[in-house]
C-alpha cells in the first residue's frame, strides 16, 4: 500500500498539473507512515478457531480481499477491548503484540476460560501498568492497544447528540475524546467531508495531543485553542480574572444584542435627506415602519440594513415620482401643476399629456407617469448618491465587530482571550460570520474552561450539536468555567446530552492520589476522587524555604532529579525568576528534560515527576484549589512541593522533609 501510495504521489506530482491529487496522495503516505509504529499490536484466538488480527487500520489480501489485519475501529475487533474471563464474546485468548520497528519484541497472552476468570476490572493489566509507568515523553501516546471497557464504551457511543465524559484526573478523557475522533471518522465516513473539530485549552495542549490522531492513522481532524476559532483577530492582553469572568457570563451576549440594536437610530423629528438638489422628507412613521420591516426578516444588523435602506429608499423614490409628476407640461411647453395627491394623474392632465404628444398608455381611466423601471432607475439613483447613503447610515449604520466590541467595553482594539467570544457573537450578530467554518463533530477537551460565552462560540460551529464533552468539574481554574455541565449546556442542548464518568486513574499513583484528599474533600466535598491503578512505593513531600533561597532549592532538587522527566509548576509571579536562575524555557518546551510551566499551562498534560512552587500563591488566585489539584495531578511517578513559610493546610498532612540538601535528595526523588 505505502509503495502504491508514494508511486502515485510520484506519478501526479511528476504531471505536476493536478495539486489536490498530490495533496490527496501525499495524506494518504502520511497517514501510512504515521500508523508504522505497532501496526499490528493484537491477536484473538476465538472458540471457533479463527484468529483475528488487530492493526491501526485494517488491511486485505491482494488476490481475495481476505482481512489480514482488522481495524481496531471495526466491530469484529471490540471483543479485544471488553471481553473478559466473566463474558469472554466467545474470545479464547486475547494476545498484545508489542513491537519495535518491524521487530516483535514482547507477547503478553490472556486466556479468557471461565476457569482463569479472576479480576475483571481491568483488561490486560500486565500490557497497561507496563504503559501506564513507562517514562513521559512529552507527546501524549496512543492507547489503542491498551483501552479498557470503560473507555471503549465511550469511544463507540453514539454519533448524535452530545455525550458529556466527566472524569476526574488521569482517567484517560483526552485520550479517549482523540480515539473517538478516530472512531467517529471510520464509522460515520460523511464526516470526513462535514470535518471534526478538537478544542484544547492551549497551543502547548495541542502541541502534546498532536501526535496520536496521526499515529491512529487520522490526519483530518482540526484542532484549535478557543482563540483560534476566530482567527481574525490576535490575542495581544491578559485580562485580570475578574474581568474575564464578567466577560464571560451569558448576560453578555444579551449587552451585545441590545448595543446593536441601539445603534439603529428612530427619530423623534422628520429627517430631511438632500437628493440632486432637492430636499426629501422622512417621518418618523416612515422610519419606524422600516425598521420594525428589517427586523422582522430576523436578519442580523448589516444586512438587515439592506432592507431597512430599501424600504426608505422606496419611500423616497415613490415621493420623488409624485414630485416629478406633479409639474407636467402643456401642449405649449407650460408646466401645469396638476396630479392627485397619491401620485396619479387626472383626467384634465392626461388630455394634457395626450395634447402635448405624450403616450402613456393604451387603457381609459388615470394612470402615472412613471412606469416602474423609470421608478427602479429612481431607486438605484437614490441608493447610489453619497448624501443619501450618508442620510440612510445616521439611521442603520453599518457595524464591525471591532467596533461594537470596543464601544461596549470602552477599549481599543487590543484583544484578551475573553474578548474573542464577544468579537464572535458580535459578528453573528451583525452578519459578518463568513469566515466561521462549520464541523459535523465537535470534541471539546478540558470543557470545564470555557466560559458561557466561550459555548456560545463553539456552538455556532457545530449546527448538528453532534459533540464530545470531556471535563473534570473540580480542576476548573477559569473563574469563567464552568461548576455544572447542565448550567452551561442545557441552552443550547436542553436535555438533548448525556453524561458519562470515568472511575479509574490511570497516571497518578495511589501516593500522590491520597495526598490530593484534603485538598478535594475541603473544595468539593462530594466529589470522590478516581480509583488509582497502582501505587509506586514513592512518598510525596513537602519542604519549607525561603524567597531568597527557592533558586538554591530549585537548582538542587532539579539537579539531583535523574528518573524521567520533571515538570517545575509554579504560580506565574515567579516564572521569570525561576527561568533566569534555572535556565529553563519560557515558554515551555514539552520535550525538554525539566519544564517549567503555570499551573494553567500544566492543564491536561503529565510528567514523571512534578516539583510544585509555592503552593501558598497559588491558593490566592480566584480558583486556586483547582489550580493545586491540577498541578499535584500532573505525575505519574513523584510529586514534592516546596513551600514557603507554613504549608496550606489542605497538604499539612504530606511527609514534611527536614531540608533538600544532598543527604536528603536520594530520599525525595
Ligand atoms: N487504557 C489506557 N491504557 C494505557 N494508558 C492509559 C489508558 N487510559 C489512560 N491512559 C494514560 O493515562 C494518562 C492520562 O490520560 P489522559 O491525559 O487522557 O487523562 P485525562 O482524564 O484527560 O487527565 P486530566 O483530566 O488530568 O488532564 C495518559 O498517559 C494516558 O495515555
Redesign the pocket.
Given at each position: 500500500m505505502r509503495g502504491d501510495a508514494a508511486a502515485r504521489l510520484a506519478a501526479v506530482q511528476h504531471i505536476g498539473e493536478d495539486r489536490d491529487a498530490a495533496a490527496v496522495w501525499q495524506a494518504e503516505v502520511d497517514r501510512l507512515d504515521a500508523v508504522e509504529q505497532g501496526l499490528c499490536f493484537g491477536r484473538l484466538d476465538l472458540n471457533d478457531g479463527r484468529r483475528v488480527y488487530l492493526g491501526r487500520l485494517g488491511l486485505f489480501r491482494v488476490e481475495d480481499d481476505e482481512p489480514l489485519l482488522v481495524d481496531w475501529r471495526a466491530p469484529a475487533a471490540q471483543a479485544f477491548y471488553t471481553a473478559t474471563a466473566a463474558a469472554p464474546q466467545g474470545v479464547r485468548r486475547r494476545r498484545r503484540i508489542t513491537t519495535k520497528g518491524r521487530t516483535v519484541v514482547a507477547l503478553n497472552d490472556e486466556l479468557l476460560a471461565p476457569d482463569a476468570a479472576g479480576d475483571d476490572s481491568l483488561v490486560g493489566e500486565a500490557a497497561?501498568l507496563a504503559?501506564?509507568t513507562a517514562d513521559r515523553t512529552g507527546r501524549?501516546?496512543d492507547?489503542v492497544t491498551?483501552?479498557?471497557a470503560e473507555?471503549d464504551r465511550i469511544i463507540r457511543d453514539e454519533y448524535r447528540g452530545a455525550l458529556v465524559v466527566q472524569?476526574?484526573?488521569?482517567?484517560?478523557?483526552?485520550?479517549?475524546a482523540l480515539h473517538r475522533a478516530a472512531y467517529l471518522l471510520y464509522r460515520h465516513q460523511h464526516l470526513r467531508a462535514r470535518g471534526v473539530l478538537v478544542v484544547g485549552p492551549s497551543q502547548i495542549f495541542l502541541d502534546y495531543i498532536g501526535q496520536v490522531l496521526p499515529g491512529l492513522g487520522e490526519n483530518s481532524v482540526v484542532t484549535a485553542t478557543i482563540a483560534d476559532l476566530c482567527p481574525r483577530f490576535g490575542v495581544s492582553r491578559v485580562d485580570p480574572p475578574e474581568t474575564a469572568e464578567l466577560k464571560g457570563r451569558a448576560s453578555m451576549a444579551d449587552r451585545l444584542a441590545a448595543a446593536v440594536r441601539s445603534r439603529v437610530r428612530m427619530p423623534g423629528e422628520p429627517v430631511d435627506v438632500e437628493f440632486e438638489q432637492q430636499v426629501l422628507r422622512l417621518d418618523p412613521r416612515t422610519c419606524r415602519r422600516a425598521v420594525h420591516r428589517a427586523r422582522q426578516t430576523g436578519l442580523p444588523h448589516n444586512q438587515a440594513r439592506l432592507v431597512f435602506q430599501r424600504e426608505i429608499v422606496d419611500v423616497l423614490a415613490q415621493r420623488l415620482a409624485d414630485r416629478m409628476e406633479a409639474v407636467v407640461l402643456t401642449d405649449t411647453g407650460e408646466a401645469i401643476d396638476g396630479g392627485s395627491p397619491d401620485g396619479r394623474l387626472g383626467e384634465a392632465d392626461l388630455r394634457a399629456l395626450a395634447a402635448a404628444g405624450v403616450v402613456i398608455g393604451q387603457d381609459d381611466g388615470p394612470r402615472n407617469l412613471l412606469d416602474e423601471t423609470d421608478k427602479a432607475a429612481l431607486r438605484n439613483a437614490l441608493l447610489a448618491d453619497a448624501d443619501v447613503q450618508v442620510a440612510l447610515d445616521e439611521l442603520w449604520p453599518p457595524l464591525s465587530p471591532e467596533r461594537v466590541v470596543s464601544d461596549l467595553l470602552d477599549v481599543q482594539a487590543d484583544w484578551s482571550v475573553a474578548d474573542i467570544p464577544l468579537l464572535d457573537e458580535a459578528a453573528a450578530l451583525i452578519g459578518q460570520s463568513e469566515d466561521v467554518v462549520t464541523f459535523g463533530h465537535v470534541i471539546v477537551?478540558?470543557a470545564q474552561e470555557l466560559s458561557e460565552m466561550d459555548w456560545r462560540m463553539v456552538m455556532r460551529r457545530c449546527p448538528a450539536r453532534s459533540m464530545t464533552i470531556?471535563g473534570?468539574l473540580a480542576?476548573t481554574g477559569n473563574p469563567a468555567g464552568t461548576a455544572s455541565w447542565e448550567r452551561v449546556l442545557r441552552p443550547h442542548l436542553d436535555d438533548r446530552w448525556r453524561l458519562a464518568r470515568?472511575t479509574v486513574n490511570?497516571?497518578t499513583p495511589a501516593e500522590i492520589m491520597a495526598a490530593t484528599a484534603d485538598l478535594l474533600a475541603a473544595h468539593h466535598p462530594g466529589m470522590r476522587p478516581p480509583q488509582s491503578v497502582r501505587s509506586t512505593g514513592h512518598t510525596p513531600w513537602r519542604v519549607r524555604t525561603t524567597h531568597a533561597d527557592l533558586p538554591n532549592v530549585i537548582a538542587q532538587l532539579s539537579r539531583t532529579h535523574t528518573d524521567g522527566q520533571l515538570a517545575i509548576i509554579a504560580p506565574a509571579p515567579h516564572i521569570d525568576l525561576l527561568a533566569a536562575t534555572s535556565c529553563l524555557t519560557v515558554p515551555p518546551e514539552l520535550t525538554d528534560s525539566i519544564v517549567l510551566l503555570t499551573p494553567d499551562q500544566a492543564?491536561?498534560l503529565?510528567f514523571d515527576s512534578v516539583l510544585i512552587i509555592d503552593p501558598a500563591t497559588v491558593l490566592t488566585s480566584p480558583l486556586g484549589h483547582n489550580d493545586l489539584y491540577?498541578a499535584m495531578?500532573r505525575a505519574?511517578h513523584r510529586l514534592g512541593v516546596v513551600h514557603l513559610g507554613p504549608p496550606p493546610p489542605e497538604l499539612a498532612a504530606m511527609r514534611e522533609l527536614e531540608s533538600c540538601s544532598a543527604s536528603d535528595t536520594p530520599r525525595t526523588w
Open positions: 497497561l504503559a501506564v501524549l501516546r492507547i491498551t483501552l479498557q473507555q472524569g476526574g484526573p488521569g482517567t484517560g478523557k483526552t485520550a479517549v477537551d478540558e470531556v473534570d480542576q470515568l490511570y497516571r492543564k491536561g503529565e491540577v495531578t505519574t
